[in-house]
């Protein structure tokens, strides 16, 4: 029995191996990279390494094959096409027949949200949400970015002392937690009965479905249900969702409470967002009264058929939300203030740009300041470009694409480094390697090839949150300028990234803070 058993086994995966050639036959005259395995390809250089291994192999497979405007990795008989040049990147990125995502998205599990969202579903939706992010709203959201970052100093206060270090990546997660179920929940979304559980709930899930990204061995959904990170993942799922299925429903029926009084406010055409009562700031008559909160929205824009988005659509947005844009700025602020700490002539020219623009210790951030804060812009640029949070991701055709002289079918999948990208002496010169913001500068940009930076991705399906992003990581990177002094014992030449959901330093961020009197 066992021996048949065997046998059959045996014969199904060779009849896969076989299947798996013929389908990738395409790619035969790609150019490979070494070391290559017969049967197993370049795959045991992935599989069973830890996150860290991953990403070093990574980019040393990138680095190795530069000169090749396209390569492939095998990983056993399947193919994974790996683009370097940015001209093919950008035809990836941009054209149709590539803007679908890869199976691993779908461990998010949040299938009608823009991130893994299919691409006919996608287009739909990322129509109807795009005049979410716009100027406007965004700048609605800047006193919840204050009024997040004024906590997140406070908190630091309590906890620094001399000497002390602090992983400074904890005080920022927090702080975009805040910001961003703040402006897409409302405002009272973290004082609610749970809250606590809540915020454990999606920190286990992020970081199991990292985990489960980065391990091949729990991609099938068959494997990873007999584990105990399932079941974590699935009881904290259960919460949440819970949690947040309260503050919908609710929403829903404040909503048509107001319907039916005819009470709607026409510039603030949604519900209560949740009693942030900010006034509206006098210096910028094209701001709204309150913040326009994600899921006011959500609940008032029709699909083209007329009818609201479903429950789950409603759901899936707001997950996508905190998914893609909590850790990402939270881990990308770190970055940013680890750079500055090692670079102290960066980090006083960008604290006489706060005090020129802050004039005195009640002066608050305002659309025009966030606007007119350049060299800070540079300076988050810079560190996106050495430290992209989003290092690596992935494209699948849905139609068949030219890559130079090669048609790739459809069903194939792009991996994207970008973190090599960003580092390539062709576009980014020969002092690529070291942290210097002025090559931001317009004068010094406008003949890079516009796909050679890519921190929020490009093309259609690029990330619909990278103004808000961007907004956020001013005001959190600048109110920890404004209050200390940060250095750090971390040595720039020695700084080492792993791979979690987005991409991490291999240890803490390791940070000094001295009380900073820039007033006095
Ligand atoms: C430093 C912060 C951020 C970085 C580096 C970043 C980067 C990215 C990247 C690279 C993508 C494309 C991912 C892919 O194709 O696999 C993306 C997509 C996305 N991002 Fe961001 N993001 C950030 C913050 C945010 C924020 C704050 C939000 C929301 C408030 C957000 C919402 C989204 C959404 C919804 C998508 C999917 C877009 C689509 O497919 O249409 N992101 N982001």
């Not at 750079?339 to 623009?357: N, R």
């Not at 317009?442 to 796909?451: A, D, G, L």
Request: aromatic share 12%.
């Amino acid at each position: 029995m066992f021996g048949l058993t065997f046998a059959l086994i045996v014969v199904y995966l060779l009849a896969l191996y076989v299947y798996a050639k013929f389908k990738y036959r395409f790619a035969n005259k790609i150019p490979s990279t070494e070391p290559m395995v017969p049967f197993f390809g370049n795959g045991l250089e992935f599989a069973q390494k830890n996150c860290y291994k991953i990403f070093v192999n990574l980019k040393r497979v990138f680095e190795n094959n530069k000169h090749h405007r396209l390569f492939k990795l095998c990983f056993g008989p399947i193919v994974v096409l790996c683009p370097t040049h940015p001209d093919l990147i950008q035809k990836v990125m941009t054209d149709t027949g590539s803007m679908e995502k890869p199976y691993v998205y779908e461990f998010l599990r949040v299938d009608l949200g823009l991130l893994s969202a299919k691409y006919d579903t996608w287009k739909v939706h990322r129509k109807l949400l795009n005049p979410t992010f716009n100027t406007r709203i965004l700048n609605s959201f800047i006193p919840i970015f204050n009024d997040c970052a004024d906590k997140m100093i406070e908190s630091i206060h309590e906890h620094a002392a001399p000497g002390k270090v602090l992983n400074i990546l904890e005080f920022t997660s927090p702080c975009t937690l805040a910001m961003i179920c703040r402006t897409s929940l409302g405002g009272k979304v973290l004082e609610r009965e749970g809250t606590q559980k809540f915020v454990e709930g999606l920190e286990i899930i992020l970081s199991n479905v990292g985990l489960r990204m980065f391990n091949a061995n729990l991609h099938p959904d068959i494997v990873y249900r007999f584990t105990r990170f399932y079941r974590r993942e699935m009881e904290s799922r259960k919460f949440c969702y819970a949690f947040t299925d309260k503050i919908i429903l609710e929403k829903q029926q404040e909503l048509a409470e107001a319907k039916t009084k005819g009470k709607q406010d026409t510039n603030n055409n949604a519900s209560d967002s949740g009693n942030d009562n900010f006034e509206e700031e006098e210096d910028d008559l094209l701001s709204y009264k309150k913040p326009q909160i994600f899921i006011d929205q959500l609940l008032t824009i029709p699909l083209p058929d007329g009818k609201p988005f479903s429950h789950k659509e409603i759901s899936d947005h707001i997950y996508t939300m905190i998914a893609a844009g909590n850790e990402t700025s939270a881990t990308q602020a770190a970055h940013t203030l680890m750079y500055l700490a090692m670079h102290p002539e960066v980090q006083e020219k960008a604290v006489k740009e706060i005090k020129e623009l802050l004039p005195t210790p009640e002066s608050k951030i305002t659309s025009e300041v966030m606007k007119n804060m350049v060299y800070m812009e540079r300076i988050i640029k810079e560190s996106q470009r050495l430290a992209p949070v989003a290092a690596v991701y992935g494209r699948k055709t849905i139609a068949d694409l030219q890559l130079d002289q090669f048609t790739i079918p459809k069903g194939n999948i792009f991996i994207l480094n970008i973190f090599a990208l960003h580092r390539r002496k062709e576009y980014w010169g020969e002092d690529a390697e070291l942290f210097n913001p002025d090559r931001f500068l317009p004068e010094n940009s406008k003949n890079r090839h516009p796909f050679a930076y890519l921190p929020f991705s490009g093309g259609n399906r690029g990330c619909i949150g990278n103004r808000y992003a961007m907004m956020s990581m001013k005001t959190i990177v600048s109110a920890i300028l404004r209050n200390f002094k940060i250095s750090t014992d971390l040595e720039y030449e020695k700084i080492e990234f792993k791979f979690k959901v987005s991409m991490h330093l291999s240890g803490p961020h390791r940070t000094f803070v001295e009380p900073r009197n820039l007033y006095g």
